[in-house]
Protein backbone atom coordinates (compact mmCIF):
# COMPACT_ATOMS: atom_id res chain seq x y z
CA UNK A 1 0.00 0.00 0.00
CA UNK A 2 1.39 3.70 -1.55
CA UNK A 3 2.45 5.65 1.76
CA UNK A 4 0.65 8.88 2.04
CA UNK A 5 2.61 12.27 2.19
CA UNK A 6 4.75 14.61 0.08
CA UNK A 7 5.01 13.89 -3.87
CA UNK A 8 8.31 12.35 -4.69
CA UNK A 9 9.58 15.13 -7.28
CA UNK A 10 8.46 17.68 -3.90
CA UNK A 11 10.54 15.80 -1.25
CA UNK A 12 13.50 15.95 -4.15
CA UNK A 13 13.19 19.46 -4.86
CA UNK A 14 13.20 20.36 -1.31
CA UNK A 15 16.26 18.64 -0.06
CA UNK A 16 18.17 19.56 -3.31
CA UNK A 17 17.21 23.28 -2.12
CA UNK A 18 18.36 22.67 1.35
CA UNK A 19 21.50 21.06 -0.01
CA UNK A 20 22.04 24.34 -2.50
CA UNK A 21 21.69 26.59 0.64
CA UNK A 22 24.01 25.00 3.03
CA UNK A 23 26.33 24.65 -0.36
CA UNK A 24 25.92 28.52 -0.97
CA UNK A 25 26.76 29.33 2.81
CA UNK A 26 30.35 27.59 1.96
CA UNK A 27 31.28 29.17 -1.07
CA UNK A 28 30.92 32.85 1.28
CA UNK A 29 33.57 31.10 3.60
CA UNK A 30 35.53 29.36 1.01
CA UNK A 31 35.90 32.73 -1.62
CA UNK A 32 36.61 34.66 1.98
CA UNK A 33 38.83 32.60 2.95
CA UNK A 34 40.92 32.38 -0.27
CA UNK A 35 40.53 35.46 -1.45
CA UNK A 36 42.06 36.77 2.20
CA UNK A 37 45.15 34.03 1.70
CA UNK A 38 46.12 35.69 -1.77
CA UNK A 39 49.60 37.02 -1.46
CA UNK A 40 50.16 40.94 -1.70
CA UNK A 41 48.95 43.89 0.32
CA UNK A 42 45.87 45.60 -1.23
CA UNK A 43 46.69 48.91 0.45
CA UNK A 44 50.00 49.33 -1.88
CA UNK A 45 48.24 48.06 -4.98
CA UNK A 46 45.42 50.83 -4.35
CA UNK A 47 47.71 53.76 -2.79
CA UNK A 48 51.28 52.97 -4.41
CA UNK A 49 54.27 52.72 -2.54
CA UNK A 50 54.29 56.64 -2.33
CA UNK A 51 51.21 56.70 0.30
CA UNK A 52 52.33 53.54 2.17
CA UNK A 53 55.14 55.97 3.88
CA UNK A 54 52.09 57.81 5.43
CA UNK A 55 51.29 56.02 8.42
CA UNK A 56 48.15 57.68 8.80
CA UNK A 57 46.48 57.51 5.17
CA UNK A 58 46.95 53.85 5.79
CA UNK A 59 44.90 53.69 8.43
CA UNK A 60 42.24 56.12 6.99
CA UNK A 61 41.86 53.45 3.97
CA UNK A 62 42.48 50.55 6.08
CA UNK A 63 39.44 51.79 8.62
CA UNK A 64 37.34 52.81 5.60
CA UNK A 65 37.59 49.14 4.02
CA UNK A 66 37.38 47.08 7.09
CA UNK A 67 40.67 45.69 7.12
CA UNK A 68 41.63 46.78 10.58
CA UNK A 69 39.00 43.90 11.85
CA UNK A 70 39.75 40.87 12.81
CA UNK A 71 39.72 38.20 10.46
CA UNK A 72 36.19 36.52 11.60
CA UNK A 73 34.68 40.18 12.17
CA UNK A 74 35.48 40.94 8.57
CA UNK A 75 33.77 38.04 7.43
CA UNK A 76 30.64 37.86 9.62
CA UNK A 77 30.31 41.96 8.20
CA UNK A 78 30.94 40.27 5.08
CA UNK A 79 27.99 37.99 5.68
CA UNK A 80 25.78 40.66 6.55
CA UNK A 81 26.30 42.24 3.68
CA UNK A 82 25.67 39.61 1.53
CA UNK A 83 22.11 39.14 3.27
CA UNK A 84 21.32 42.89 2.95
CA UNK A 85 21.89 42.43 -0.83
CA UNK A 86 25.31 44.28 -0.24
CA UNK A 87 28.54 42.67 -2.21
CA UNK A 88 30.64 45.85 -0.82
CA UNK A 89 32.58 48.46 -2.41
CA UNK A 90 34.80 48.04 -5.21
CA UNK A 91 38.30 49.49 -4.23
CA UNK A 92 39.29 50.05 -7.89
CA UNK A 93 35.73 51.74 -9.25
CA UNK A 94 34.21 53.27 -6.28
CA UNK A 95 31.08 51.72 -6.80
CA UNK A 96 29.13 48.71 -5.27
CA UNK A 97 30.31 45.21 -6.35
CA UNK A 98 26.86 44.35 -7.12
CA UNK A 99 26.43 47.48 -9.71
CA UNK A 100 29.55 46.53 -11.62
CA UNK A 101 28.61 42.90 -11.83
CA UNK A 102 24.88 43.92 -13.01
CA UNK A 103 26.99 45.51 -16.02
CA UNK A 104 29.43 43.39 -16.68
CA UNK A 105 27.53 39.60 -15.78
CA UNK A 106 25.27 39.57 -18.54
CA UNK A 107 27.80 40.31 -21.57
CA UNK A 108 29.33 36.94 -20.10
CA UNK A 109 25.75 35.29 -19.89
CA UNK A 110 24.95 36.02 -23.70
CA UNK A 111 28.22 35.27 -24.96
CA UNK A 112 28.02 31.75 -22.84
CA UNK A 113 24.80 31.14 -23.44
CA UNK A 114 25.11 31.25 -27.06
CA UNK A 115 28.45 28.72 -26.79
CA UNK A 116 26.64 26.35 -24.92
CA UNK A 117 23.62 26.78 -27.51
CA UNK A 118 25.68 26.29 -30.22
CA UNK A 119 27.15 23.40 -28.07
CA UNK A 120 24.72 21.52 -27.39
CA UNK A 121 23.05 21.42 -31.01
CA UNK A 122 26.46 20.64 -32.89
CA UNK A 123 27.54 17.88 -30.07
CA UNK A 124 24.37 16.29 -29.70
CA UNK A 125 23.77 15.81 -33.55
CA UNK A 126 27.30 14.90 -34.14
CA UNK A 127 27.42 12.16 -31.26
CA UNK A 128 24.15 10.54 -32.10
CA UNK A 129 25.13 10.39 -36.11
CA UNK A 130 28.66 9.03 -34.71
CA UNK A 131 26.42 6.15 -32.62
CA UNK A 132 24.47 5.45 -35.62
CA UNK A 133 27.63 5.36 -38.14
CA UNK A 134 29.89 2.99 -35.52
CA UNK A 135 33.32 2.39 -37.13
CA UNK A 136 31.87 3.85 -40.58
CA UNK A 137 34.14 6.79 -42.32
CA UNK A 138 31.90 9.68 -41.23
CA UNK A 139 32.22 8.41 -37.33
CA UNK A 140 35.48 8.24 -37.34
CA UNK A 141 35.96 11.70 -38.85
CA UNK A 142 33.80 13.09 -36.01
CA UNK A 143 36.05 11.50 -33.45
CA UNK A 144 38.74 12.73 -34.79
CA UNK A 145 37.03 16.53 -35.40
CA UNK A 146 35.63 16.03 -31.47
CA UNK A 147 39.64 15.29 -30.50
CA UNK A 148 41.11 18.11 -31.96
CA UNK A 149 38.21 20.25 -30.09
CA UNK A 150 38.87 19.23 -27.11
CA UNK A 151 42.97 19.11 -27.67
CA UNK A 152 43.21 22.64 -29.26
CA UNK A 153 44.07 25.16 -26.71
CA UNK A 154 40.67 27.72 -26.21
CA UNK A 155 43.72 30.92 -26.18
CA UNK A 156 44.90 29.87 -29.07
CA UNK A 157 41.95 28.87 -31.08
CA UNK A 158 40.86 32.73 -30.48
CA UNK A 159 43.92 34.61 -31.61
CA UNK A 160 43.68 32.11 -34.70
CA UNK A 161 40.10 32.81 -35.58
CA UNK A 162 41.07 37.42 -34.50
CA UNK A 163 43.78 36.97 -37.07
CA UNK A 164 41.98 35.14 -40.05
CA UNK A 165 38.70 36.15 -40.05
CA UNK A 166 38.93 39.81 -39.17
CA UNK A 167 42.64 40.94 -39.64
CA UNK A 168 43.01 38.80 -42.82
CA UNK A 169 39.46 38.42 -44.60
CA UNK A 170 37.72 40.94 -43.10
CA UNK A 171 34.54 38.25 -43.14
CA UNK A 172 33.65 39.39 -39.18
CA UNK A 173 33.48 42.40 -37.02
CA UNK A 174 36.92 42.95 -34.96
CA UNK A 175 36.44 43.66 -31.11
CA UNK A 176 33.24 44.87 -28.65
CA UNK A 177 29.78 43.76 -28.51
CA UNK A 178 28.29 46.21 -31.60
CA UNK A 179 29.06 48.77 -34.18
CA UNK A 180 30.50 52.12 -32.35
CA UNK A 181 28.40 53.54 -34.80
CA UNK A 182 25.02 52.41 -34.36
CA UNK A 183 25.41 52.73 -30.06
CA UNK A 184 24.04 50.01 -27.52
CA UNK A 185 20.34 49.20 -27.31
CA UNK A 186 18.51 50.61 -24.50
CA UNK A 187 19.21 48.62 -21.64
CA UNK A 188 16.62 45.91 -20.36
CA UNK A 189 18.45 42.54 -19.86
CA UNK A 190 22.25 43.85 -20.51
CA UNK A 191 22.20 40.87 -23.50
CA UNK A 192 22.64 43.03 -26.60
CA UNK A 193 20.83 40.58 -28.51
CA UNK A 194 17.71 40.44 -26.86
CA UNK A 195 17.92 44.30 -25.76
CA UNK A 196 18.09 44.94 -29.64
CA UNK A 197 15.14 42.51 -30.20
CA UNK A 198 12.89 43.88 -27.45
CA UNK A 199 13.62 47.80 -28.82
CA UNK A 200 13.17 46.59 -32.64
CA UNK A 201 16.73 47.57 -33.25
CA UNK A 202 17.36 45.12 -36.09
CA UNK A 203 19.96 46.89 -37.37
CA UNK A 204 21.43 46.85 -33.39
CA UNK A 205 20.62 43.19 -33.48
CA UNK A 206 22.68 42.24 -36.82
CA UNK A 207 25.16 43.68 -35.84
CA UNK A 208 25.42 42.22 -32.33
CA UNK A 209 24.91 39.07 -33.51
CA UNK A 210 27.98 39.32 -35.94
CA UNK A 211 30.15 40.14 -33.18
CA UNK A 212 28.23 37.19 -30.67
CA UNK A 213 29.66 34.29 -33.68
CA UNK A 214 33.01 34.21 -33.59
CA UNK A 215 33.68 34.22 -29.65
CA UNK A 216 30.70 31.62 -29.44
CA UNK A 217 32.25 29.64 -32.12
CA UNK A 218 35.60 29.53 -30.51
CA UNK A 219 34.45 29.10 -26.66
CA UNK A 220 31.88 26.13 -27.94
CA UNK A 221 34.58 24.02 -29.46
CA UNK A 222 35.78 22.68 -26.68
CA UNK A 223 32.10 21.29 -25.25
CA UNK A 224 30.98 20.59 -29.03
CA UNK A 225 34.05 18.02 -28.71
CA UNK A 226 32.90 16.84 -25.03
CA UNK A 227 29.28 16.62 -26.07
CA UNK A 228 30.30 14.77 -29.34
CA UNK A 229 32.30 12.02 -27.35
CA UNK A 230 29.48 11.66 -24.24
CA UNK A 231 26.92 11.71 -26.46
CA UNK A 232 28.27 8.75 -28.88
CA UNK A 233 28.82 6.52 -25.61
CA UNK A 234 25.23 7.33 -24.09
CA UNK A 235 24.12 6.27 -27.31
CA UNK A 236 25.89 3.47 -27.94
CA UNK A 237 25.01 2.26 -24.59
CA UNK A 238 21.06 2.33 -24.59
CA UNK A 239 21.32 1.41 -28.42
CA UNK A 240 22.49 -2.30 -27.10
CA UNK A 241 19.79 -2.45 -24.44
CA UNK A 242 17.06 -5.19 -24.71
CA UNK A 243 13.81 -2.76 -24.82
CA UNK A 244 15.41 -0.72 -27.57
CA UNK A 245 15.57 -4.09 -30.05
CA UNK A 246 12.02 -5.06 -28.79
CA UNK A 247 10.71 -2.03 -30.09
CA UNK A 248 13.06 -2.52 -32.84
CA UNK A 249 11.59 -5.68 -33.26
CA UNK A 250 7.80 -4.51 -33.05
CA UNK A 251 8.60 -2.75 -36.47
CA UNK A 252 8.40 0.80 -35.02
CA UNK A 253 9.89 3.86 -37.27
CA UNK A 254 13.34 4.89 -36.87
CA UNK A 255 12.80 8.12 -35.85
CA UNK A 256 10.26 6.84 -33.37
CA UNK A 257 12.83 4.94 -31.58
CA UNK A 258 15.56 7.06 -31.73
CA UNK A 259 13.55 9.77 -30.04
CA UNK A 260 11.19 7.76 -28.08
CA UNK A 261 13.82 5.63 -26.14
CA UNK A 262 17.17 6.04 -26.93
CA UNK A 263 17.32 9.70 -26.89
CA UNK A 264 15.39 9.76 -23.42
CA UNK A 265 17.39 7.30 -21.62
CA UNK A 266 20.88 8.99 -23.17
CA UNK A 267 19.67 12.45 -21.70
CA UNK A 268 21.19 11.70 -18.24
CA UNK A 269 24.56 11.79 -18.50
CA UNK A 270 24.22 14.43 -21.47
CA UNK A 271 22.62 17.02 -19.14
CA UNK A 272 25.37 16.08 -16.90
CA UNK A 273 28.11 16.71 -19.08
CA UNK A 274 26.18 19.78 -20.30
CA UNK A 275 25.63 21.36 -16.80
CA UNK A 276 29.18 21.38 -15.97
CA UNK A 277 30.14 22.74 -19.64
CA UNK A 278 28.13 25.52 -19.37
CA UNK A 279 29.39 26.70 -15.79
CA UNK A 280 32.68 25.95 -17.04
CA UNK A 281 31.94 28.43 -19.89
CA UNK A 282 30.93 31.15 -17.82
CA UNK A 283 34.01 31.31 -15.55
CA UNK A 284 36.71 30.04 -18.24
CA UNK A 285 35.75 33.08 -20.78
CA UNK A 286 38.56 35.47 -19.69
CA UNK A 287 41.00 35.08 -22.38
CA UNK A 288 38.64 34.79 -25.20
CA UNK A 289 36.49 38.39 -23.39
CA UNK A 290 40.29 39.58 -23.77
CA UNK A 291 40.99 38.64 -27.02
CA UNK A 292 37.72 39.63 -28.36
CA UNK A 293 37.74 42.74 -26.24
CA UNK A 294 34.08 41.67 -24.82
CA UNK A 295 33.08 43.55 -21.62
CA UNK A 296 32.46 40.46 -19.57
CA UNK A 297 32.90 39.00 -16.24
CA UNK A 298 36.18 37.34 -17.20
CA UNK A 299 37.64 40.95 -17.77
CA UNK A 300 36.50 42.10 -14.51
CA UNK A 301 37.86 39.62 -12.53
CA UNK A 302 41.45 40.31 -13.78
CA UNK A 303 41.26 43.43 -13.56
CA UNK A 304 40.08 43.11 -10.05
CA UNK A 305 42.90 39.76 -9.45
CA UNK A 306 45.81 42.28 -10.50
CA UNK A 307 44.75 45.27 -8.36
CA UNK A 308 44.06 43.07 -5.38
CA UNK A 309 40.45 44.59 -5.38
CA UNK A 310 39.41 42.26 -2.65
CA UNK A 311 35.71 43.13 -2.62
CA UNK A 312 35.17 42.75 -6.18
CA UNK A 313 37.07 39.28 -6.80
CA UNK A 314 34.84 38.00 -3.44
CA UNK A 315 32.04 39.36 -5.53
CA UNK A 316 33.13 37.26 -8.58
CA UNK A 317 33.64 34.16 -7.05
CA UNK A 318 30.55 34.26 -5.32
CA UNK A 319 28.74 34.98 -8.60
CA UNK A 320 30.57 31.75 -10.47
CA UNK A 321 29.71 29.72 -7.36
CA UNK A 322 26.08 30.59 -7.32
CA UNK A 323 25.72 30.27 -11.19
CA UNK A 324 27.04 26.29 -10.68
CA UNK A 325 24.60 26.12 -7.95
CA UNK A 326 22.09 26.55 -9.91
CA UNK A 327 23.43 25.20 -12.62
CA UNK A 328 23.22 21.43 -10.69
CA UNK A 329 19.90 22.29 -9.13
CA UNK A 330 18.80 22.58 -12.67
CA UNK A 331 20.17 19.26 -13.31
CA UNK A 332 18.54 17.71 -10.75
CA UNK A 333 14.93 18.88 -11.09
CA UNK A 334 15.69 17.51 -15.04
CA UNK A 335 17.07 14.29 -13.84
CA UNK A 336 13.98 13.59 -11.49
CA UNK A 337 11.90 15.33 -14.74
CA UNK A 338 13.35 12.29 -16.75
CA UNK A 339 14.02 9.68 -14.79
CA UNK A 340 11.69 9.06 -11.63
CA UNK A 341 13.70 6.76 -10.59
CA UNK A 342 16.02 9.63 -9.61
CA UNK A 343 13.32 11.02 -7.05
CA UNK A 344 13.51 7.98 -4.73
CA UNK A 345 17.13 8.81 -3.60
Same mark, same amino acid.
Given at each position: ????????????????????????????????????????????????? *???????????? *????????????????????????????????????????????????????????????????????????????????????????????????????????????????????????????????????????????????????????????????????????????????????????????????????????????????????????????????????????????????????????????????????????????????????????????
Amino acid at each position: MRRRGAHPLARFLVRRVLLAVLMAWGITLVTFVLTNLVPGDPVAANLGQ *RALGDPAIVAQW *RAEHGLDQPLWRQYLLHLQGLLQGDLGTSQQSHRPVSQDLAEFVPATLELAGAAILVSLVLGVAFGVVAALRRDRLSDHALRVLSLIGISVPTFWLALMAFYLFFYRLQLTPGSGRVDAALGLAPAVTGMQTVDALLAGRWDIFSSAVAHLVTPALVLALYTIGLLTRFTRSAVLEVLGQDYVRAARAKGLPGRVVLFRYVLRSALVPIITVAGLAFGSLLSGTVLVEAIFAWPGIGQYAYKSATTLDLPAVMGVGLVVGVVYLVINLVVDVLYGVIDPRVRLH
